[in-house]
């Protein structure tokens, strides 16, 4: 059966309304996941994965997660002239329906490439790759009109240069402007980067960035310090959830992770991102976003490999019904069902058959293991999300 893409926005469709709903740009990766592992190699020794996976990653872990959400998704990103480059090309578009018509093909560039080694509910990662030809502000020009735009403050840049960036025009046509943030590796930390957030409606940083950025001492500190310069400003605390400020509307909410047994972290900062987008682009009240947001990013890390593990408005539903029909289960299942009782109003409107998970890998099929819907109660293998990472694409 073919898949029905669910449109969370289709109340607010309108014939001049914006081109996207989304509009991203970044490095694209060819992503190689290997599984399964025992133990890391050491010199001179080989090791057998269990499963391996392959699927476009970097920014294309955002744009996959999105488009899978029902979002409009446009992705601005350079693409290579080999076969890996063909590959991630005809994957996000062709599979996961995101739009390339500001993505530009080098000749004689080649594809980055990273190849993520699971060992123990942990990762490790080799990465090769050059700098694109040109700038995200020289391939986007002028930017389609859209509901919001997701940018990476480390490597974007919302404001503050003498000329206007393709964030600022987008800005200025309306667009909702998403920032988040990646580790230091420099440990500096400067303050200076937060200046942008004059350019921003939104910024998602995890805890240790963002206590790292404000100066202070805990996350509900560097929340308040950022919501004083950032309409929304969300911190996202690893096992204890994510808490959150949106002076637009006066709330402020703080809503614990799910307990799931985490395979694998790779784009659940990501997933995280683009259902809080999801649901502030529907306006939903700050306390089902966050739920939402965490939701979605405890589906993702349930499955290996980055936008392969991205979960669609199909696995959302299977999810909503598996936890609304158990039986028993305790204090947390039930909290859990109360947690996503919204849940109910929206999920009974996706068609039957609306989006899953793809397998996008060059071996044609993803040799990892399946996720696991039913939340199960386990204190030992709390899921957080959006946990520090060495590279801000993760």
């Known amino acids: 059966m073919t898949d029905v ?30 599984t399964g592992l025992k133990t890391m190699p050491s010199a001179g020794t080989e090791v057998w994965a269990g499963g391996m996976g392959s699927c476009p990653g970097g920014i294309a872990n955002l744009a996959v997660a999105s488009s899978r959400l029902g979002l409009r998704t446009s992705l601005a990103a350079a693409f290579g002239d080999d076969d890996y480059a063909d590959f991630c090309w005809r994957t996000l578009a062709e599979q996961e329906g995101v739009d390339l018509s500001r993505s530009r093909r080098f000749d004689a560039w080649h594809s980055p490439v990273t190849v993520s080694m699971a060992v ?29 735009v997701m940018v990476d403050l480390g490597h974007d840049v919302a404001c503050g240069t ?60 560097a929340l308040y310090a950022l919501a004083d310069v950032v309409p929304l400003a969300v911190v996202t605390n690893g096992a204890q959830g994510a808490l959150a400020i949106d002076g637009t509307t006066g709330e402020e909410a703080q809503m614990p992770a799910l307990r799931v047994p985490a395979l694998d972290p790779t784009g659940a900062g990501d997933v995280f991102a683009a259902g809080l987008v999801v649901g502030t682009l529907a306006g939903w009240s700050l306390r089902n976003r966050l739920a939402f947001a965490i939701m979605c990013s405890g589906l993702a890390v349930q499955q290996f490999g ?77 899921q957080g999300v959006h946990s520090p990472s060495p590279r801000s694409r993760r």
């Open 5 to 34: 893409v669910y449109d969370p926005l289709a109340a607010q469709r309108t014939a001049d309304g914006p081109d996207f709903d989304v509009l991203l740009s970044g490095t694209v990766f060819l992503d190689i996941i290997f």
């Open 120 to 148: 123990d509910r942990d990762r490790s990662m080799v990465t090769h790759g050059h700098p694109a030809p040109i700038s995200g502000n020289e391939m986007i020009g002028v930017p389609p009109r859209a509901r919001a």
């Open 162 to 221: 003498d000329e206007p960036t393709w964030v600022e025009a987008a800005r200025t046509q309306g667009a909702l402007v998403f920032g988040d943030v990646g580790w230091d590796p420099t440990g500096e930390w400067s303050p200076r980067l937060l200046d942008q957030l004059a350019g921003c409606d939104a910024f998602l940083p995890n805890a240790p960035e963002a206590m790292a950025y404000t100066r202070t001492e805990t996350p509900n500190d």
């Open 306 to 382: 980055g936008s392969l593990a991205a979960p669609g408005w199909g696995d959302i539903a299977d999810w909503w019904h598996a936890l609304r029909d158990s039986l028993g289960g305790g204090s947390y299942m039930a909290s859990l069902r109360r947690r996503y009782e919204f849940l109910e109003q929206i999920v009974p409107t996706v068609p039957l058959g609306g989006v899953h998970r793809a397998a996008a890998t060059i071996a044609r099929h993803a040799d990892v293991e399946g996720p696991q819907l039913m939340p199960r109660p386990r204190p030992d293998a709390v």
